[in-house]
């Protein structure tokens, strides 16, 4: 009789989530430290966000252009270089008392952000198999909205107890203890055949390829831009107390938890009829919260069921990315981190100008609803093209794929 029940993720994976939780960590705790930072530093709150901006921009252009410039080393080996230069980068801002330093140093840390993830994902899924990639990007993914349910929190705690200097100071020795377990636990792969950064580009030749891009753009800038103003929507639209703002963004966080898991393990059987339900449904959602968001009840729980259908498609996408990218799959996988960071820094931008016009706060989410429902389209695309009807290699021999995954028995639920 044949078992069809899903097997354990290889530990390699949770591992490497751990890293990208400290990644997160560092991207999104900023925001709760920027008055500390302005009037340490000596600069306005403006120029604060701008350590924001540098970080979204850093993912932008760092993460595909890392992907290709590291290609050639062993991924081992890359992944521990971008975890002690994330380490290096927080040591010299958290030593630093020049504003423009910082900046510098959050440019070099979404550098090194956006190498781990590109070298990671491939590796995550590499050990995983074909038929767990979106599992094993649903877990890395995971890694990221823990940061924002535990790590960002007690990041900002931290910041009020002993400066915002202190985070950065955990994040550098969290992140080089990282370093140690990964050069512990990631497989050596020196045997693996010499990429090619000319069959890297070519993967990019497949339309497939660029309408994933599209739709990982278009419903994450849709999602992110109503979460970037959702303070205001949720105090002067809800008339929710301030204080009690980050508890629903914690229910947002459990939300996009949730939602990563279980669009995780449906990505990889269905994976365009996840897609296309989560698209429609975070439409659905976002749709919602723009006429209801005067009901405080209304507000949280369609904040919440944003993180949770708005992240459930983004295991799927990365693997859909992945798989069209072939036998080249490191700068398609760069380009998945960077998509999303499109996204948001568009999504943001005019979100912000949907804000100060007469639609007020009940703008943003009508931007993340117009996003969202954008989606649609790439994504049918690839429905009309019979897109994950492209060819999956054969399952692996047990041997074998024990050898190179190089995890023993060592896994995770």
């Known amino acids: 009789m044949t078992d069809d029940r899903p097997r354990k993720l290889p530990f390699v994976v949770l591992v490497l989530s751990a890293g990208t939780f400290l990644m997160g960590t560092t991207e999104f705790v900023i925001a709760g430290l920027l008055p500390e930072i302005a009037g340490d530093l000596n600069v306005s709150l403006s120029q604060a966000g701008l350590l924001i901006t540098a970080f979204a921009a850093g993912m932008i252009i760092g993460a595909p252009v890392m992907a290709v410039a590291t290609l050639h080393l062993p991924r081992r080996s890359t992944l521990i270089l971008a975890l002690v230069v994330f380490a290096l980068g927080h040591l010299v801002a958290a030593l630093s008392s020049s504003f423009a330093l910082v900046l510098a140093a959050r440019v070099v840390t979404a550098l090194a952000t956006g190498t781990f993830w590109s070298v990671g994902a491939v590796v995550a899924t590499t050990a995983a198999g074909p038929a767990a990639t979106s599992r094993a990007l649903g877990m890395l993914l995971g890694g990221l909205t823990v940061a924002t349910v535990a790590g960002v929190p007690l990041g900002a705690w931290l910041g009020q107890l002993s400066g915002w200097r202190g985070p950065f100071w955990v994040l550098a020795a969290l992140s080089a203890g990282a ?25 990019l030749r497949d339309v497939r390829v660029w309408l994933t891009l599209s739709a990982m753009t278009l419903l994450m800038g849709g999602v992110l831009a109503t979460y970037t103003y959702i303070s205001p929507l949720l105090t ?178």
Do not use: K
Request: glycine residues 12%; aromatic residues 4%.
């Open 179 to 203: 370093a140690t377990v990964i050069g512990r636990y990631i497989p050596a792969d020196e045997r693996r055949e010499a990429p090619s950064v000319r069959a890297e580009f070519a993967a």
């Open 236 to 413: 002067e639209r809800a008339g929710i107390p301030g204080g009690a703002v980050p508890m629903v963004l914690i229910g947002y966080g459990l939300g996009a938890l949730l939602g990563t898991t279980v669009g995780g393990r449906l990505g990889d059987r269905h994976p365009l009829a996840t897609l296309l339900t989560a698209a429609a449904t975070t439409t659905l959602v976002l749709l919602l919260l723009t006429w209801l968001s005067p009901s405080p009840v209304a507000a949280v729980v369609l904040v919440t069921l944003m993180g949770m259908t708005g992240f459930a498609a983004t295991p799927a996408l990365g693997a859909l990315a992945l798989r069209f990218a072939g036998s080249a799959p490191t700068l398609a996988s760069g380009l998945s981190g960077a998509a999303p960071n499109v996204g948001i820094a568009v999504g943001s931008w005019t979100a912000g100008i949907a804000l100060t016009s007469p639609l007020g706060q009940a703008g943003p989410p009508l931007v993340g609803t117009v996003a969202a429902a954008l989606t649609l389209v790439p994504l049918t695309a690839l429905a009309l093209m019979r897109a994950t009807r492209s060819e999956t290699p054969p399952p692996r021999p047990r041997a074998a794929a024990d050898q190179s995954i190089g995890c023993g028995t060592q896994a995770i639920g």
